[in-house]
């Protein structure tokens, strides 16, 4: 059993930064993808970024050239550095972690980040 916990949440003026940080129970050099997941109130759950175990990452549309995925293995976390935050990325975001061959996924419990002037 993997365990996740995201923290870094907040509220956030337009325009500003947050990085969410997601530590899992378990190496994450096993993992064979790590990302970021977002739900806000009404939609259905998005990925915002993806980070596969050769190191290469992916973006959704709405976040490309503001959201950075990153991750420290020795520390076991992954990161999402968000810039340029704007009123529709808020949202919970959620840590998702998958592993085995059998892809099994775990979920963090999410961390509310809220855009407001």
């Known amino acids: 059993q993997v365990q996740l916990v995201e923290s870094g949440g907040g509220l956030v003026q337009p325009g500003g930064s947050l990085r969410l940080s997601c530590a899992a129970s378990a190496s994450i050099l096993g993992a064979n993808t790590m990302g970021w997941y977002r739900q806000a109130p009404g939609k259905q759950r998005e990925l915002v970024a993806q980070i596969v175990s050769g190191g290469s990452s992916t973006y959704g549309d709405s976040v490309k050239g503001r959201f950075t995925i990153s991750r420290d293995s020795a520390a076991n976390t992954v990161y999402l550095q968000m810039n340029n935050l704007k009123l529709e990325d808020t949202a919970v975001y959620y840590c998702?972690?998958?592993?085995?061959?059998?892809?099994?996924?775990?979920w963090g419990q999410g961390t509310q980040v809220t855009v407001s002037s």
């Open positions: 998702k972690m998958s592993v085995g061959l059998m892809w099994r996924d775990y």
